[in-house]
């Protein structure tokens, strides 16, 4: 069984440019949420993906944007980034239901972004 | 909005000592997750603890869910070097996401 998988694993870009951050959800997922990991903090949810529909969305800008596609991994897009977009981008994969009960989240390895 | 509070940030001790972390918030939450996150990688779960008043034990990990479900508690027994790492508590909040708390940094000195 494959774990999730993120890539690129660095990246640098500077202001204002865009950029987007992939994850392979793990076999038998549904589900992905991606979290935003700054240094030094705990992870902050930034959305969730259930069979390519936007889940639940946590306290970021519309500039951060997503993409489930069919075979269920997910794009994270984020447009005009700016210096505190740095930080460590989590991907993590679930088994959801229609009813909405809490399954386990598995977290990649995640993408560090560097915004200069 | 639910937040999670973490004490301490950061803490070094010697191998052998004993030592417990605490999470608190002012809400409810349906349950609890303890994490370890390694440099480089996501983080691992270690436990879920879903009813008040619950005690899980992992090896020398102790996790403890307060009884209003709104704290917990991570207790290591006789530390050892290969505890060192970030531990996150995070709880189940609503749209199944995960709020975290901003972590202990835990050394371990031989």
């Known amino acids: 069984e494959t774990g999730v998988t993120q890539s690129p694993t660095h990246l640098i870009k500077t202001r204002g440019q865009q950029v987007t951050l992939r994850c392979s959800s793990q076999s038998g997922h549904n589900t992905v949420s991606w979290y935003q990991q700054a240094l030094g903090q705990g992870p902050q949810f930034i959305f969730q993906y259930y069979r390519e529909e936007e889940n639940g969305r946590g306290n970021f800008p519309p500039r951060f944007s997503g993409l489930q596609f069919p075979n269920y991994s997910s794009e994270l897009n984020v447009n005009a980034l700016e210096l505190d977009d740095s930080a460590l981008y989590l991907c993590a994969s679930s088994r959801g239901t229609s009813g909405g009960a809490y399954n386990e989240q598995f977290f990649g390895p995640g993408t560090r972004l560097t915004v200069l | 909005t639910q937040l999670l509070e973490q004490s301490p940030q950061f803490l070094s001790i010697q191998e052998g000592e004993n030592l417990t972390v605490y999470c608190n918030s002012s809400?409810?939450?349906?349950?609890l997750q303890w994490y370890r996150q390694e440099p480089g990688e996501g983080p691992v779960l270690l436990v879920t603890v879903v009813t008040g008043g619950e005690v899980k034990k992992l090896k020398r990990l102790t996790f403890q869910f307060g009884d209003a479900r709104k704290d917990s508690s991570l207790h290591i027994t006789a530390a050892q070097p290969g505890d060192t790492g970030l531990y996150l508590c995070a709880g189940v909040g609503g749209a199944q996401k995960l709020v975290f708390g901003q972590g202990t940094r835990l050394t371990i000195n031989p």
């Open positions: 809400s409810v939450f349906s349950s």
